[in-house]
């Protein structure tokens, strides 16, 4: 029983990405957002979810951490919080907590982007119904609703000039990760070499140009991630200049 849920290693043999455990997890993040977005405007989406993907965010991490000592697994090069979606975690509790603005501006880019990645590919070597796997899509799944709940609940907006911000912020996270890849032997962010598991990052070229590519792939995705409210907002402007 407890090798089943809990015990580390690579559990079980077979591959996740496009498994059906990875694919139910894929649908049950398609159904939730869906129904965050119908309920968008409900008046019991405020404090009650709100407190809800707090507590999710947080016992989440919590949870990692105590698993990770348990079974003698914690390690500095695998378990500082400097993986991206650790850090968008992070940003996504203060968002929450704070409501300050500039965070969620810096966290809808990187976070979405990241978090969403993580899921299609996830790079994991657990499956339902190991703690790992399920810890995995709920963080994941917990990062994206607490950004679209601060856009269709909270009615937050992004500009132009969020996309800069962002994308300033990620690099700037990326030097120090960087610095402490080196002094630690570790690979946070995927800067030292590519993930074990499937990721887009298979489709890129060797270490380190494919970090390179990875900026112009973020800046892509930011900006699509921005469109939508470019979009709304000239949709606007031209109902008001029209009436």
């Not at 979606?85 to 810096?106: A, G, Q, R």
């Not at 679209?148 to 300033?168: A, C, G, N």
């Not at 990052?201 to 409210?229: C, K, N, R, S, V």
């Amino acid at each position: 029983m407890y090798d089943k849920y809990f015990a580390p290693g690579h559990y079980p043999d077979y591959p996740i990405f496009l498994s059906v455990d990875h694919l139910v997890m894929i649908m049950i993040f398609f159904i939730l957002t869906v129904w965050l977005y119908i309920h968008r405007n409900k008046s019991y989406m405020g404090t009650n979810v709100r407190t809800g993907l707090l507590i999710l965010l947080i016992v989440s991490e919590i949870s990692l951490f105590i698993w990770t000592l348990s079974i003698g697994t914690w390690d500095i090069r695998y378990n500082l919080p400097f993986h991206l979606c650790t850090i968008s975690l992070f940003f996504c509790i203060y968002m929450l907590l704070s409501n300050k603005k500039w965070v969620f501006e810096v966290v809808y880019f990187f976070g979405l982007a990241g978090a969403l990645q993580a899921i299609l590919t996830p790079d994991l070597f657990y499956g339902f119904p190991h703690y790992r796997f399920l810890h995995f899509f709920i963080a994941h799944i917990g990062i994206i609703l607490s950004i679209l709940y601060m856009v269709w609940v909270e009615k937050y907006r992004v500009t132009m000039r969020s996309v800069v911000k962002s994308f300033v912020v990620l690099n700037g996270l990326a030097v120090v990760v960087y610095l402490i890849n080196i002094l630690t032997g570790a690979n946070y962010m995927f800067l030292a070499y590519k993930p074990e598991g499937a990721s887009l990052l298979d489709f890129l070229g060797p270490h380190p140009w494919y970090i390179l590519q990875l900026e112009l792939i973020a800046m892509a995705m930011f900006t699509l991630l921005y469109l939508p409210f470019h979009l709304t907002r000239k949709s606007n402007e031209k109902k008001q200049g029209a009436g």
